[in-house]
Structure formats: structure tokens, C-alpha cells
């Protein structure tokens, strides 16, 4: 049985409040709300009046145009360089691409490593090729990252795929170049594929900079990256982004892609190609950062003690409270103060006793409502307040 994708049972509880009539502050869903860069836009608008873009991209990996495209900004963004002919592929979407490695390596009886707490879509999907799952705990005492010597060698000896995703989804965790030569030398070592979802690569606060695992010398022998246009330019629902690292994982994700859909329709593609080589989103950063600011400050103010992330755009804090669970306190905080939050364990077992809260919210052009989720989650009475405050 396919299990129900987390935020569309959140959609349904939050339609069911809206119905109601409720005013309601939507903290759930990663979904960047700010316009797509106008300039992007345009790009999509001229290449659309183009002929040629109105057919079937019948290239092996992807429009050419964007896969150079996204080479060129991934040597300027992180100084490494890739073979935009050999090491890029385009993809629908990182999730899309995300899934379908796990259907490109995954058979009955295979295993792959993912994170728990983590983005759901590297387990289902894994499930649904018929393979199995070891969730590798990620913990607050060590920074969310995985503690490699903790993984048992026969799971290593079995594992194909070794998902990791850093910013990352929900805790707003960040890597460390160190963390991945580890990682890179452990994947070495029991020949395991390193996927790594960097969808939120360039959301970062305070001049901060994510390390990549391709800056690890060698990685491109185990190791494949993924990145996505949403995040990083406000194209929600625009379906592009890309992958790119080890040849051979490029080429099996490509194959696989091959027999399942025709690529994105080529004005998007070459719109996105626009967006990696001329277009500067700082304006949204600013905005993320800004909200940040006012919802950390707001809750550490009530005594709600958060940690601001680096990277991302989500506050993963622990409940307040130690006689409700992640899905009770969320659903108090629903109730009574009309916000939307997501239980941590609905990312798994190791997020239980916390809830996590985007940064992203539709209508909030200064940061205001996020002052306001703040005074209501104030007044609701579910947060104890700290000595002093």
C-alpha cells in the first residue's frame, strides 16, 4: 500500500479550517511564495514565441542550452567543474529525480540508507521498487548529520544508495566539508551511490556558503548531487531542476527517464537556463532572512527556545512542552492560534517532539504575519513561559 504523502493530509486540515472560516497562517509546506524573478519570466515568454521549442526535447540528457547552463553555475557557485555533455542531466523537478534513482538502482532485496528525520520521498520510493530501508538516525547532538560508525557493515555491504540532504529538510541542518570527505570515503568504501539533495544549496543567511560533496576530491567516483530550480528562483510548479556528479549515475538516471517522460517543455528549460546564468535572487534571501529574524526572536522573546538555521527555509524546534507529542502540540497550535505547523514525526520516528515551520507563507510581503503567528502562539497559552520572560 502506497502511503499518503505527508502535506497532502496537511492541505486537507488546513482547507477544512479555511472552510470554516478561520484566518489561517500556513507554516507547513516549503513552498517559496515570493514571484518568480521577473527577468525569468520574460526569458519564458521569448522562448515560448520560438518554434523550435515547440516539440519533444529529443537530446540524451537534457535542452542543451540548460545543461551548460547548469554546469557554468555550478563551477562559478562551488569552483568545481562538470561535463555539462557527460556529468548533468535534466530532471522534472529534483523530487522526480530523487524518486526515479531509487527506481534506477533499487531491485527487490536491495537497500538503501536514508535519513530519519528526512524528506519522505527517499524511503517511499525506495519501498515501492521493491527494496528495503535502514533509517540512519539524524540527531540534535550531533548536528543532524549521520554517525557513519553507527551503521551496522553487513547494512553497508548491502546498501546501493545512501541518501543524504544538506541544508537540510526539515531541521535546517548543515554539512561540513569534513562530514562529506567522511562520507565520500565511507561510500568508497563499500561501493555505495551518495545521493545528495541540495535543493536548498543557495538559500543561506548571514554571508554564510554550503560546501558541496563534489568539492571532495574523488566524490565524483560515488557520488551525485541534486539541485532544483524552485528553491533557489521561486519556480514552484515550473517542474526543473538537474543532476549531476559520477558519469554512470547520470547515464542509469538517464535511461531510466528515457522510458518514463519526454522532459520539460523547452521554454522552461531554456528560461531556467536564463535564471542560473543571468538572474541574482538576493532579494528573496533577504526576505527569508528577514522573517527568520522576526519568527526566532519573536518565539525566543515568549520563551519558546529556537535555534535560527544558516540554510533553508525552516525553524525545526523542539516542542515546548512535555506532555504533548509533535502531532498534538500541532494540532493545539491549529485549534488555537491558527497555525499551520508539521509534526516532526512526520518525518519519521527520530522527529518526534518536534515541529517544523517554513519560512515561506503566501500574503507576507514584510514579515508582518510572521509577528502576528508569533503574539497568537503567544496568547494561546501552549507555550510555558521561561523564568524572566
Known amino acids: 500500500m502506497i502511503p499518503p504523502y505527508l502535506f497532502a493530509e496537511i492541505s486537507r486540515i488546513k482547507n477544512e479550517a479555511i472552510a470554516s472560516g478561520a484566518d489561517i497562517i500556513d507554516l507547513g509546506i516549503g513552498d517559496p511564495d515570493l514571484p518568480t524573478p521577473q527577468p525569468v519570466i520574460d526569458a519564458l515568454c521569448k522562448s515560448a514565441q520560438k518554434p523550435t521549442t515547440h516539440r519533444y526535447d529529443e537530446t540524451p540528457r537534457g535542452w542543451t542550452s540548460f545543461l551548460e547552463a547548469a554546469a557554468s553555475w555550478y563551477g562559478k557557485e562551488f569552483g568545481v567543474n562538470v561535463d555539462a555533455a557527460t556529468e548533468v542531466v535534466q530532471l522534472i523537478g529534483s523530487k522526480e529525480g530523487l524518486a526515479h534513482l531509487a527506481w534506477a538502482y533499487i531491485d527487490p532485496g536491495d537497500l538503501a540508507i536514508v535519513p530519519n528525520p528526512g524528506y519522505t520521498v527517499y524511503k517511499v520510493n525506495t519501498l515501492m521498487a521493491g527494496g528495503d530501508v535502514f533509517e540512519v538516525p539524524l540527531r540534535e547532538s550531533n548536528g543532524y548529520l549521520p554517525i557513519l560508525a553507527d551503521i551496522p557493515t553487513d547494512v553497508a555491504k548491502k546498501a546501493k544508495l545512501f541518501y543524504v540532504c544538506y541544508p537540510n529538510n526539515p531541521t535546517g ?3 561540513t566539508s569534513e562530514f562529506y570527505a567522511d562520507l565520500v570515503r565511507y561510500c568508497r568504501e563499500y561501493d555505495i551511490l551518495l ?9 543561506a543567511y548571514d554571508g554564510y556558503k554550503n560546501p558541496t560533496v563534489l568539492q571532495v576530491q574523488g566524490a565524483k567516483d560515488v557520488a551525485i548531487e541534486f539541485h532544483s530550480l524552485s528553491k533557489m528562483y521561486n519556480m514552484t510548479g515550473w517542474r526543473l531542476g538537474f543532476a549531476l556528479g559520477n558519469t554512470n549515475a547520470v547515464n542509469n538516471l538517464q535511461k531510466l527517464k528515457s522510458n518514463i517522460d519526454s522532459k520539460a517543455f523547452p521554454a ?12 541574482d535572487n538576493k532579494h528573496t534571501i533577504e526576505m527569508y532572512q528577514r522573517r527568520r529574524d522576526l519568527l526566532c526572536d519573536g518565539l525566543n522573546d515568549i520563551g519558546w527556545k529556537v535555534q535560527k538555521p544558516k540554510s533553508a527555509f525552516y525553524v525545526w524546534a523542539r516542542v515546548p512542552r512535555s506532555d504533548m507529542s509533535s502531532a498534538e502540540f500541532a494540532g493545539e497550535i491549529l485549534k488555537k492560534a491558527n497555525i499551520v505547523m508539521i509534526p516532526g514525526n512526520g518525518y519519521g520516528t527520530e522527529g518526534e517532539g518536534y515541529v517544523r515551520m517554513s519560512l515561506t507563507l503566501m500574503g507576507d510581503t514584510d514579515g508582518s504575519r510572521f509577528q502576528e503567528a508569533v503574539r497568537r502562539i503567544k496568547e494561546s497559552g501552549l507555550v510555558p513561559q521561561a523564568v524572566g520572560v
Open 173 to 175: 541542518a548543515i554539512a
Open 195 to 203: 545521493v545528495n539533495d541540495m535543493a536548498y544549496a543557495t538559500v
Open 268 to 279: 522552461i528549460a531554456e528560461a531556467g537556463a536564463h535564471a542560473l546564468t543571468e538572474v
